[in-house]
């Protein structure tokens, strides 16, 4: 491979790991909010509140967040990113944006199931309407912020699809 092209793939590859770490610590800080002050609200809310059930579901889903992010962080080397061949770059590109698609996928499933929760305690009869009220209400948030940090993350990542794809011989 002629250096030049050696060092256009190390510094896209650099640019990558390092918008996928960037990307991760924004995910990391809507974990921490979320920890933060979900996890403070919900010791000052009645146990049987809307608002109660709304923050318990933010606590779960900043602990889970956390946990992706931190292991996202951990996992992108933008400082080990350079020596990569162009096949193993084009993998882990394509393998990065795939798993953002996938996500992308699920996300629209959580705002799904969050609009079913919410309709669900709508209905006459249901026991603990103010639980499913509050999960759905949680649910939705996440499932939205995540589906819009996923979409965009992809929409940023994808863009150096094609730059990798130009240094095919």
Do not use: C
């Amino acid at each position: 491979m002629p250096a030049s092209v050696s060092v256009a793939l190390d510094a896209l590859n650099q640019q990558r790991e390092l918008l996928t770490q960037q990307g991760m610590g924004l995910l990391g800080a809507w974990a921490l909010l979320n920890l933060l002050l979900s996890g403070w609200l919900v010791a000052r809310t009645g146990r049987r509140t809307v608002r109660h059930h709304f923050h318990l579901m933010n606590v779960a889903w900043g602990a889970v967040n956390a946990t992706i992010a931190t292991w996202g962080i951990i996992q992108a080397r933008p400082l080990r990113a350079a020596g990569r061949t162009l096949a193993a770059s084009l993998e882990a590109q394509f393998g990065l944006e795939k798993l953002l698609l996938l996500n992308v996928g699920l996300d629209v499933a959580y705002v799904t199931a969050g609009a079913w929760l919410l309709a669900r305690a709508a209905r006459a009869g249901e026991q603990r309407p103010e639980r499913l009220r509050g999960f759905g209400q949680a649910v939705l948030l996440q499932g939205g912020f995540l589906l819009a940090f996923d979409a965009g993350l992809y929409g940023l990542i994808h863009r150096f699809a094609a730059a990798l794809l130009a240094l095919v011989p």
